[in-house]
């Protein structure tokens, strides 16, 4: 399986700003598309952005304006910028590696060897 690691969350007051990493282990992810996922409690996890090989990206409408998402290959990295956060964004943060799509580059669909890590929590609150 292709696996991930996510990292850079944290406690943020409203209105603030993290950066999430999602690093690569074992593989190289240049060729992948993927996508950031999040779960917050009691909820189904939700797609929230993903960055197709070539750097073509999508966003939930929710974060549209607000999240950043990119891909630095020379560090097999993955970031998602999060700015202006709201309490709402408070969830368990998830990458993974998911399918690519002819029309938008990518899409929120896990791919066959994709896995979710840990995640990183984020938490929104004063």
């Known amino acids: 399986q292709l696996q991930l690691v996510e990292s850079g969350g944290g406690l943020v007051q409203p209105g603030g700003s993290l950066r999430l990493s999602c690093a690569a282990s074992g593989f190289t992810l240049d060729a992948y598309a993927i996508g950031w996922f999040r779960q917050a409690p009691g909820k189904e996890r939700e797609g929230v952005s993903c960055?197709?090989?070539?750097?073509?990206?999508v966003y939930v409408d929710s974060v549209k304006g607000r999240f950043t998402i990119s891909r630095d290959n020379t560090k097999n990295t993955v970031y998602l910028q999060m700015n202006s956060l709201k309490p709402e964004d408070t969830a368990t943060y998830y990458c993974t590696t998911v399918k690519p799509s002819v029309f938008k580059g990518c899409m929120f669909s896990q791919t066959d060897l994709g896995s979710w890590g840990q995640g990183t929590q984020v938490t929104v609150s004063s």
């Open positions: 960055i197709s090989s070539l750097g073509r990206t």
